[in-house]
């Protein structure tokens, strides 16, 4: 059985409203000395496309962030590729996770069952990002809980909130963190 893929509706679609188009042609004469004349035929028009055949506006994600303080908790939206949306730094967030995307990689793989990693605790932050990006579904999760976690949530900073020791600079709005040993 073939698959009807959006491109493949909308070829079908085509060619049909052409055939009609064109039988319509050859046989006006004939329909409008039987209709009377200045008849008026009403124009042909393939159907409405369907909302989930529209092609999607840019890369979009929303990113619920937890346990990072202040105002970086909450639930922000970033649309890239034009940047827009209610996050703090909307420009930084599509730079970040496009400094990560590679051709034919998953830019939000998870850390690789087996790593070896630090047994540093990067704090209680979690985040939740959803959406799509480059073309695919995306739905992970983000933690500190040891060193492999805290560099993969770090190389996807100003997306999700900078948790680092001292911060001089966080997101807008938020402060600078505390520093406490």
Not at 7 to 17: E, G, Q, Y
Not at 99 to 106: E, F, H, I, L, S
Request: glycine share 12%; proline share 10%.
């Amino acid at each position: 059985m073939v698959q009807v893929t959006p491109l493949r509706r909308l070829l079908l679609t085509l060619s049909a409203a052409s055939a009609v188009a064109v039988t319509g042609s050859l046989g006006a004469g004939s329909v409008a000395a039987h209709a009377g004349p200045g008849a008026a035929r009403p124009p042909l028009a393939p159907p409405p496309v369907r909302d989930e055949d529209r092609p999607t506006a840019g890369d979009h994600l929303t990113v619920t962030v937890r346990g990072a303080g202040g105002s970086a908790d909450g639930t922000f939206r970033v649309r890239c590729h034009p940047d827009r949306g209610d996050h703090p730094d909307v420009s930084g967030a599509c730079a970040a996770v496009d400094r990560n995307t590679r051709w034919g990689k998953d830019a939000f793989a998870p850390v690789p069952q087996g790593s070896v990693c630090t047994m540093r605790y990067g704090g209680p932050a979690t985040a939740h990002v959803t959406g799509r990006w480059a073309g695919r579904p995306v739905d992970t999760t983000f933690e500190r809980g040891n060193g492999c976690h805290i560099e993969r949530w770090d190389r996807f900073v100003p997306l999700l909130p900078e948790m680092g020791r001292a911060l001089a600079r966080s997101w807008p709005g938020t402060g600078p963190a505390l520093n406490r040993h």
